[in-house]
């Protein structure tokens, strides 16, 4: 599984099933190649058809893309996804990984259940680490990627005692590997 950051809640995950990108913007560098699956967790804005012809995206529309625009669960192309609460949790090879594009400072008791066990966590960062922080504890992921923007990381990396953490462009687990850190890793991607 291969995981790449396209800033803000961008995120394209490459597994053994395909490809599949989560809620991508007009003013983001573009990934190549088209995805089998699109992801909007948040709600479109009204006579949208489909944003992403809109920004110049139909290139990442293959013949059998399938696009995820409403909350609920789906069996496609080897992964299992739940849509809910702007949260996406996708599920492929026994690996799982929520997608946090909004949150409150605190997960309720039925979100932390719908979300299950989580190994990877990908989460916006805003201007309170704090409540980030606190979401991150009550998931105990093994991994967590922060999503975010400006100084914001900053602020969770020292937080979270993870400031020297270098970016990096990607982040990979190869075939049957699964993360177990006792601790929570923080992977710090840099977009293109």
Request: charged fraction near 20%.
């Amino acid at each position: 599984m291969t995981i790449a950051w396209y800033g803000e809640t961008c995120l394209a995950i490459e597994g053994e099933s395909g490809t599949l990108l989560i809620n991508p913007s007009s003013n983001l560098k573009k990934p190549k190649g088209p995805v089998d699956i699109l992801i909007f967790t948040e709600a479109l804005p009204p006579k949208a058809d489909l944003p992403v012809r809109q920004a110049g995206w139909e290139r990442l529309l293959g013949p059998q893309t399938v696009v995820i625009e409403n909350p609920g669960e789906y069996d496609v192309h080897g992964f299992f996804i739940l849509v809910f609460d702007a949260f996406a949790v996708i599920q492929e090879s026994g690996r799982t990984l929520a997608h946090l594009a909004r949150y409150s400072s605190e997960l309720s008791a039925a979100q932390i259940e719908r979300l299950g066990t989580v190994q990877i966590l990908a989460l916006k960062i805003d201007k309170n680490a704090d409540e980030a922080i606190r979401v991150v504890n009550q998931i105990e992921p093994a991994v967590v990627i922060p999503m975010y923007s400006g100084s914001s990381i900053e602020e969770f990396l020292k937080e979270f005692g993870a400031a020297k953490t270098e970016p990096q462009k990607k982040f990979v687990l190869r075939k049957n590997q699964t993360p177990l850190n006792e601790e929570t890793e923080v992977v710090v991607l840099q977009a293109p």
